[in-house]
Nanobody
Framework: QVQLVESGGGLVQAGGSLRLSCTVS??????MGWFRQAPGKRREFVAN??????RTAYADPVKGRFTISRNATTLHLQMNNMKPEDTAVYYC???????????????WGQGTQVTVSS
């Protein structure tokens, strides 16, 4: 059974930091990514990485503030200098290809709420 389980969300003040984690079990993926969805908006790409080679990509709004990384079984997203517009439910996803489009991801976690207060 494939499972992706996110953790680490919460409430933080603007300028603060949070670290999200996504523990993966049941299979491996070519790439894994973080996406977010704010109320009334579509799910959007945040960052992804190639699981074996360390290739990474970031959405423009988070470049220089967020860092994606991994260890053997867990994907992380370190979020620094957070802004109120970062408020959303954050999801990790797994894909068999290098993708930044949510529809191309095959597996998803349940999501974790991140709220940034001004």
């Amino acid at each position: 059974q494939v499972q992706l389980v996110e953790s680490g969300g919460g409430l933080v003040q603007a300028g603060g930091s949070l670290r999200l984690s996504c523990t993966v079990s049941g299979r491996s993926f070519y790439s894994m990514g973080w996406f977010r969805q704010a109320p009334g908006k579509r799910r959007e790409f945040v960052a992804n990485m190639n699981w074996s080679g360390g290739r990474t990509a970031y959405a423009d709004p988070v470049k220089g503030r967020f860092t994606i990384s991994r260890n053997a079984t867990t994907l992380h997203l370190q979020m620094n200098n957070m802004k109120p517009e970062d408020t959303a439910v954050y999801y990790c996803g797994g894909s068999g290809r290098w993708e930044t489009v949510p529809s191309q991801y095959d597996y998803w976690g349940q999501g974790t709420q991140v709220t940034v207060s001004s």
